[in-house]
């Protein structure tokens, strides 16, 4: 059995999600609740979870108030927050698993599938995204990348240029090394353009700071720093042109 705790201020949620688990996971016993930073913070003194499902805000504190007041994380968190874009954001940049308000129980389920897989200690990520949380009107500037058998924190800056492969999505690096983390280009462009990161193909997303030339001839391609080409479909080179205008 999958052993539990829900830390969250606002009891209807509690008591829903505590009844989305004997509906929808049988293997998971909740071994107890909290209704704040404080009374977690004593929960998790007397008992030892698998999993703590934790709000982010609550009436004393936030769920990192909470994470502060532990020498060791040798828990996974799925995080409960209500539906905030930049959180969400936040979220995503270190690949953090969440649950929005009110919770959906397919992606309860979800959540639950990716604890069974992948039971790993994510202290780095969870440092990661309470820097993405806390620096509201700071760029990201790291991100947290799943490959087969670990979780790469990187240096955005660090990352030339992003191609498809079916599902997966393989990273290329001003030092050279290369890797193939497991979600689409879509999710890495929708993190990345606000980051001078640029879609010139549907297979191919660069990072502009890393384009050497552009060669017109041939269809048109992108000669990037590390010598590597990427080609730019004829829908993007318009756009392309007037990007590079503009760098």
């Known amino acids: ?15 829903t999600l ?4 004997v509906d929808y996971a049988p293997d998971v016993e ?3 609740e909290a209704s704040g930073v404080v009374e977690g913070a004593k929960l998790l003194k007397n008992v030892q979870p698998d999993i703590v499902f934790l709000d982010i805000q609550m ?7 909470l994470l502060d007041l532990l020498p ?3 828990f996974k968190i799925i995080f409960i927050t209500a539906s905030d874009a930049h959180a969400i954001k936040a979220f995503r940049y270190a690949a953090i698993d969440y649950l929005l308000k009110p919770v959906d129980p397919d992606e309860l389920v979800s959540s639950l599938e990716k604890y069974r897989k992948q039971q790993i200690n994510e202290n780095e990520k969870y440092k990661l995204l309470n820097d993405s949380l806390k620096n509201h009107s700071k760029p990201t500037e790291r991100l947290a990348l799943h490959s087969q058998d670990k979780i790469h924190i990187v240096n955005i800056s660090d990352i030339i240029r992003c191609e498809s492969s079916v599902n997966y999505t393989e990273f290329y ?13 879509k999710e890495y462009e929708d993190l990345l353009t606000d980051l001078n990161f640029y879609r010139v193909h549907q297979s191919h997303l660069v990072n502009t700071k890393y384009i050497r030339e552009f060669v017109k001839t041939e269809g048109g391609h992108l000669i990037m720093t ?6 730019v479909s004829t829908r993007k080179r318009p756009d392309v042109v007037k990007m590079l ?3």
């Open 1 to 15: 059995m999958i052993k539990a705790i829900i830390i969250d201020d606002i009891e209807q949620a509690r008591t």
């Open 18 to 21: 505590r009844q989305d688990l």
């Open 30 to 32: 909740l071994i107890g």
């Open 59 to 65: 009436q004393d504190g936030s769920g990192f108030d």
């Open 72 to 74: 060791t994380i040798p």
């Open 173 to 185: 690096f001003a030092d050279r090394k290369k890797m193939v983390v497991s979600k689409t280009l």
């Open 226 to 231: 590390d010598g590597s080409m990427v080609p």
């Open 245 to 247: 205008d503009e760098l």
